[in-house]
T-cell receptor
Framework: ETGVTQTPRHLVMGMTNKKSLKCEQH?????MYWYKQSAKKPLELMFV???????ENNSVPSRFSPECPNSSHLFLHLHTLQPEDSALYLC????????????FGQGTRLTVV | AQSVTQLDSQVPVFEEAPVELRCNYS??????LFWYVQYPNQGLQLLLK??????LVKGINGFEAEFNKSQTSFHLRKPSVHISDTAEYFC????????????FGQGTELSVKP
């Protein structure tokens, strides 16, 4: 596989469920990101990880819990979500040496019911 | 802090006509500028980017953009569009050497009609 891969592509979950989104990059990058794309709103950066360490959390509610076990994998653990959390969640990666571009995955379409 | 404004939320155009999608940005520091395209149910694909140097940037699929520092603009153009160009287009900005940390505009929906 190449590029940035996200699973699952679609997820429907109830407000009391716990689920996780997975992202894997095969580009040798050492920075990974979660973005949220809601209807009628610009894409928003949620979290930034550099060399597995979280360097940025843009005031994201604690019901979203990221995890980065190594530079190739990024997870977003979800619990007690609200219907307004329904969105497309996009993972991206970039090099920290020459950080001139983000490479995006296909996204996970999340619906909270 | 940076911000991006895409001046048109929807642009309808006929096939083979030229198109311009407008983007203005604001920043107090040096920035990189990007245009991404998103096809239905897909992620973002980079069309082109401006890092430095020549202000006219050529990208994939026949698109080009011009960086205008005095007008803080980065408009996207294509001389002749195809039906397959129908998609949503996002302008984005990042600080120097922070190309993964993007601030996006609201997006412009380009609709190409036969």
């Amino acid at each position: 596989e190449t590029g940035v891969t996200q699973t699952p592509r679609h997820l429907v979950m109830g407000m009391t469920n716990k689920k996780s989104l997975k992202c894997e990059q095969h580009l040798g990058h050492n920075a990974m990101y979660w973005y949220k794309q809601s209807a009628k709103k610009p894409l928003e950066l949620m979290f930034v990880y550099n060399f597995k360490e979280q360097t940025e959390n843009n005031s994201v509610p604690s019901r979203f819990s990221p995890e980065c076990p190594n530079s190739s994998h990024l997870f977003l653990h979800l619990h007690t979500l609200q219907p307004e959390d329904s969105a497309l969640y996009l993972c991206a990666s970039s090099s920290l040496v020459v950080n001139t571009e983000a490479f995006f995955g296909q996204g996970t379409r999340l619906t909270v019911v | 802090a940076q911000s991006v404004t895409q001046l048109d939320s929807q642009v309808p155009v006929f096939e083979e006509a030229p198109v311009e999608l407008r983007c203005n940005y604001s920043s107090s520091v040096s920035v990189y500028l990007f245009w991404y395209v998103q096809y239905p149910n897909q992620g973002l694909q980079l069309l082109l980017k401006y890092l430095s140097g020549s202000t006219l940037v050529k990208g994939i699929n026949g698109f080009e953009a011009e960086f205008n520092k005095s007008q803080t603009s980065f408009h996207l153009r294509k001389p002749s569009v195809h039906i397959s160009d129908t998609a949503e287009y996002f302008c984005a900005v990042s600080e120097y050497n922070q190309g993964g940390k993007l601030i996006f505009g609201q997006g412009t929906e380009l609709s190409v009609k036969p």
